[in-house]
């Protein structure tokens, strides 16, 4: 079965850090890019960002570049997100997802909530 | 950035009957479009890619169409398990963004 599965989400302090783990199975995860999207019920869904298959490209929203870091480890079938520098903005619920373009398999999502 | 305008914002019927969506965007994105569905606690579900190839195992009361700045998602004949909120997506440019979701609701 095709599956991701998020985990590391929580509450943390404004200024705090998380880092986002997702678990793929099912497909060739080193055959493709990967990508997470968050959402929230004010702005909606928002793409963050996404990784090449060898993780040597990588994009990111403009609202995180400098603060959120992409990687994979291909070995253990693993996409990361490094969240540093956490805002009040930041708190959603993060999905990783298959794909750069169209995204045809997500997670089920991990909540991230930036309060004190 | 594109802007994805979707509408209406939400949309009454019944079941059996045609539902049609709407997403403008803010520039030309050729067939660079995909449509997602979400149920509540659900990730959403990408149903169309490319404006009108659907995705696998979506069934074919679900249809894509448009080109340019103008597309259109179908549902030819809604079932019960079709009220959902419907989101467009572009992947012509970086950042991809979404459209703010239209919600079908039972009527």
């Known amino acids: 079965e095709v599956q991701l599965v998020e985990s590391g989400g929580g509450l943390v302090q404004p200024g705090g850090s998380l880092r986002l783990s997702c678990a793929a199975s099912g497909f060739t995860f080193s055959s493709y890019y990967m990508t997470w999207v968050r959402q929230t019920p004010g702005k909606g869904l928002e793409w963050v960002a996404s990784?090449?298959?060898?993780?040597?490209?990588?994009y990111y929203v403009d609202s995180v570049k400098g603060r959120f870091t992409i990687s994979r480890d291909n070995a253990k079938n693993s996409l990361y997100l490094q969240m540093n520098s956490l805002r009040a903005e930041d708190t959603a619920v993060y999905y990783c997802?298959?794909?750069?373009?169209?995204?045809?398999?997500w997670g089920q999502g991990t909540l991230v909530t930036v309060s004190s | 950035e594109v802007v994805l305008t979707q509408s209406p914002a939400t949309l009454s019927l019944s079941p059996g009957e045609r539902a049609t969506l709407s997403c403008r965007a803010s520039q030309s994105i050729s067939s660079s479009l995909g449509w997602y569905q979400q149920k509540p606690g659900q990730a959403p579900r990408l149903l169309i890619y490319d404006a009108s190839n659907r995705a696998t195992g979506i069934p074919a009361r679900f249809s894509g169409s448009g080109s340019g700045t103008d597309f259109t998602l179908t549902i030819s004949s809604l079932e019960p398990e079709d009220f959902a909120i419907y989101y467009c997506q572009q992947r012509s440019n970086l950042p991809r963004t979404f459209g703010q979701g239209t919600k079908v609701e039972i009527k």
């Open positions: 997802a298959k794909g750069s373009g169209s995204f045809d398999i």
């Open positions: 990784i090449k298959q060898d993780g040597s490209e990588k």
